[in-house]
């Protein structure tokens, strides 16, 4: 979900309906989702690997990017997603070490 600001307004919207940033912006967010869902596509695909820590760490190094761009951005939905999924995997790697 990102939010659309216009005339003292704001609206929910999703990513393809971005329309008042400029395609930077929107080009931006979507290679992100796209980089976390083959990452994403990846872990499933070497679940047997044991360098859990390895995952872990270069998924948070992808997540921080994200955090930052969204609150830049003033995108508050992504922010939190963002943000959320890095605490979730910060919990999970203090959890398996």
Known sequence: MCVNRADGKIFVVTLQKLVLANELIRTIFMAQVCIHGLFGAVELAFQNVQKKNLELIFSG????????FSCMMN???????????FLIKVLVSLRTV
């Open 75 to 85: 995108q508050p939905y992504a922010c939190v997603y963002y943000f959320s999924l």
């Open 61 to 68: 190094v992808l997540s921080s990017p994200g955090i930052v």
